[in-house]
């Protein structure tokens, strides 16, 4: 499993309108499902916006960050976007109560 934190540095936004841009863009990622993308969590704070996306691998989550989507974030938000990769090998997870550990076979 691959973590990517995506780091717009943008002026702190109001979060009804935080919310209102997620609504409208949740859709799109919705449709991202066949393509390895697992999970996103929308930030917005102090420091500006972005995201946490869960992908199932590497592969998938760099055909997505392409230069084509750099473009656009930049035609979006006036901002160069900051993307961090992390392998995520081990996950807590306190509502099932368990504890995952990526088998040596996906490392």
């Known amino acids: 499993m691959i973590i990517v934190i995506v780091q717009l540095p943008i002026p702190p ?5 935080a919310l209102a841009s997620a609504k409208e863009t949740a859709p799109r990622f919705r449709e991202l499902s066949d393509r390895g993308l697992l999970k996103k969590y929308y930030l917005n704070g102090p420091a500006g916006g972005g995201g946490v996306y869960v992908w ?15 473009e656009q974030v930049r035609e979006m938000f006036g901002v160069t976007p900051h ?5 995520s090998l081990v996950q807590v997870d306190n509502e099932r109560g368990e504890v995952l550990v990526q088998p040596a076979s996906e490392r």
Not at 60 to 69: D, H, I, Q, V
């Open 13 to 17: 936004r109001a979060p009804q309108d």
């Open 56 to 70: 199932r691998s590497r592969a998938e989550a760099e055909a997505w960050y392409s230069p084509e989507w750099y």
């Open 83 to 87: 993307v961090s990769f992390y392998d």
